[in-house]
């Protein structure tokens, strides 16, 4: 039995992940906002006759564009877990302008950066108890090296959702870097290979909304079916740091300052814990 933990694990494609790892008979731990979403998710588990679902199936809530939130959800899953074996980083709300949050940073970039830094740093020695760990970021690949502006990673002076899209898939691509650290880790970057149907969580335009409510049921894919090349994946992990388009192996954009790229990003979350 593996241990899988999945950040936004209630809706979208974490939700259809974590329906599979429960079908198979795993402990999943699921981390979002709604209860409600989780236990629905549980009753039609139930309902379907997946076995022991109440004893397997666990719910932490939680914001996690709160640094507060996400450093308290790391200590509650350190003290469930003693081993976890799959590592999904799956919550998303795209924002299209900026957003402060009450502590004081730009929502996107805690949610989509600093939040999945504290979990593969904060998760490391029990992901390290695994004999082959996981960790799923679904996190687009392929930006630019440069795509960081290191002297307003939270978009103080300029904020465009493109730049702010492309900052936070190229720090995940470098914290892939960190968690390879240890070899054991398998680290990949995905996105899927076109348009998934899911709930399209945002604050958006509304030509993103168009986009997502009446392209997405015209020809995106099922959660069920984009899952099918991660599920694959996640069986059978590749080894060190990869990065994929549905179940298509791309390349890494690598450049020859990432190592320093990484300290410079490890520096700035740890500005954001000396600033509380
Ligand atoms: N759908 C696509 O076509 C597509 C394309 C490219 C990349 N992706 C990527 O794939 C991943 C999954 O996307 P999706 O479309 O499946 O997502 P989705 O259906 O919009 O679901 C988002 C999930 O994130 C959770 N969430 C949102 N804000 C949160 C917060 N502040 N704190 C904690 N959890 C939060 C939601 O949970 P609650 O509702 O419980 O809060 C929900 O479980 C994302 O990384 C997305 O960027 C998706």
């Not at 039995?1 to 008979?25: E, F, N, S």
């Not at 054991?184 to 899911?198: A, I, M, Q």
Request: net charge positive; hydrophobic share 40%; aromatic share 6%.
């Amino acid at each position: 039995m593996k241990t899988v933990v999945i950040t936004g694990g209630t809706d979208g494609m974490g939700a259809a992940l974590a329906r599979h790892y429960l079908r198979q008979g795993n402990q999943v731990t699921v981390v979002g906002r709604s209860r409600a979403k989780f236990d629905a998710l549980v009753t039609a588990l139930t309902a379907e006759g997946v076995p022991s679902i109440a004893e397997r199936a666990h719910f932490i809530g939680a914001d996690l564009s709160l640094v507060a939130d996400s450093e308290a959800v790391v200590q509650q899953l350190k003290k469930r877990h003693e081993r976890i074996d799959v590592l999904i980083l799956a919550a998303s709300f795209i924002r299209q302008k900026r957003h402060l949050t009450d502590e004081g940073h730009e929502a996107s970039w805690v949610l989509f950066f600093i939040s999945k830094y504290l979990f593969v740093t904060g998760l490391a020695d029990r992901l390290a108890a695994s004999t082959r760990p996981v960790i799923l970021n679904t996190s687009v690949p392929g930006t630019k090296v440069n795509a960081i502006d290191f002297d307003d990673v939270e978009s103080i002076e300029a904020f465009t959702f493109a730049r702010s899209n492309a900052r936070q898939r190229r720090a995940n691509e470098l914290l892939g870097i960190l968690a390879t650290r240890n070899p054991k880790v398998s680290y990949l970057t995905w996105g899927p290979s076109r348009l998934v149907r899911t709930s399209f969580a945002g604050d958006v335009g509304p030509v993103m909304k168009y986009a997502s409510t009446l392209l997405g049921p015209l020809i995106g894919q099922e959660p069920d079916k984009a899952v099918q090349p991660l599920i694959a994946l996640i069986a059978d992990p590749p080894g060190g740091r990869t990065a994929y388009r549905g179940s298509k192996r791309v390349r890494l954009n690598e450049g020859p300052d990432d190592n320093h790229d990484l300290d410079r990003l490890a520096a700035s979350v740890g500005n954001v814990n000396a600033d509380k």
